[in-house]
């Protein structure tokens, strides 16, 4: 390697070296933490934000909840279903408990939301009830396939529709979770599955921010 090659090499690597401190300041500033410990704890975050389509569901009180209003606190979407054998009361009940560990300010900007797949056996009673095993404070939504399909696309959490002339059918579906920030759109994912002591960690430096 020549003089003027180990030169420029040297120029580029230290080009690189500010670069990436750079970004590393600029997330840290915004609130967002160390961006390497984001995705050790699972956190993927969107480089722009997503718009959720305007459809409306119906919430486990039956009142009717339009999905892109979901605003004012940070919310955490899990899509799955109150008749599932397992990923679903794993991941509620790791929900309950990561709720134990986060402090007071995190928890009062944040809620929590089950968006049904399978809205022919859940009812909002079913949810109601079935969350209310969990922790009474988690929302739930059901309401036409058809709109909730759209919003899985949009987040891209996409699942399998049942064949429901089975019994006792089962629907496959993600353990991701999306995060919804206070403006109504979707700022990322938490993937499955989840780490509770590193979320505990950096959760609480995403919901510091606004917006």
């Given at each position: 390697?020549?003089?003027?090659?180990?030169?420029?090499?040297?120029?580029?690597?230290?080009?690189?070296?500010?670069?990436?401190?750079?970004?590393?300041?600029?997330?840290?500033?915004?609130?967002?933490?160390?961006?390497?410990?984001l995705i050790d704890a699972g956190i993927i975050l969107l480089p722009q934000s997503r718009d959720l389509p305007n459809i409306s569901l119906t919430d486990q009180n039956g009142q009717p909840v339009r999905v892109d209003e979901l605003k004012d606190q940070w919310s955490l979407l899990?899509?799955?279903?109150?008749?599932?054998?397992?990923?679903?009361?794993?991941?509620?009940?790791?929900?309950?408990?990561?709720?134990?560990?986060?402090?007071?300010?995190?928890?009062?900007?944040?809620?929590?939301?089950?968006?049904?797949?399978?809205?022919?056996?859940?009812?909002?009673?079913?949810?109601?009830?079935?969350?209310?095993?969990?922790?009474?404070?988690?929302?739930?939504?059901?309401?036409?396939?058809?709109?909730?399909?759209?919003?899985?696309?949009?987040?891209?959490?996409?699942?399998?529709?049942?064949?429901?002339?089975?019994?006792?059918?089962?629907?496959?579906?993600?353990?991701?979770?999306?995060?919804?920030?206070?403006?109504?759109?979707?700022?990322?994912?938490?993937?499955?599955?989840?780490?509770?002591?590193?979320?505990?960690?950096?959760?609480?430096?995403?919901?510091?921010?606004?917006?």
């Amino acid at each position: 390697m020549t003089r003027i090659q180990k030169t420029a090499f040297v120029l580029i690597a230290l080009v690189a070296l500010v670069f990436g401190l750079t970004v590393h300041k600029v997330l840290t500033a915004q609130g967002q933490g160390d961006p390497t410990a984001l995705i050790d704890a699972g956190i993927i975050l969107l480089p722009q934000s997503r718009d959720l389509p305007n459809i409306s569901l119906t919430d486990q009180n039956g009142q009717p909840v339009r999905v892109d209003e979901l605003k004012d606190q940070w919310s955490l979407l899990f899509f799955g279903y109150t008749f599932c054998p397992d990923i679903c009361p794993t991941t509620l009940a790791q929900l309950r408990e990561l709720k134990t560990l986060l402090p007071p300010e995190a928890l009062g900007r944040l809620r929590v939301v089950l968006v049904s797949v399978d809205p022919q056996r859940d009812t909002p009673t079913q949810l109601k009830q079935y969350l209310g095993y969990f922790d009474p404070n988690f929302q739930g939504l059901t309401g036409e396939l058809e709109n909730i399909q759209k919003l899985a696309n949009a987040v891209s959490i996409p699942f399998i529709p049942a064949n429901t002339d089975k019994p006792n059918y089962t629907v496959d579906h993600s353990g991701n979770l999306v995060i919804i920030g206070p403006d109504g759109t979707q700022r990322g994912f938490i993937r499955a599955p989840l780490n509770n002591q590193k979320l505990a960690v950096q959760l609480p430096l995403l919901l510091k921010r606004e917006g």
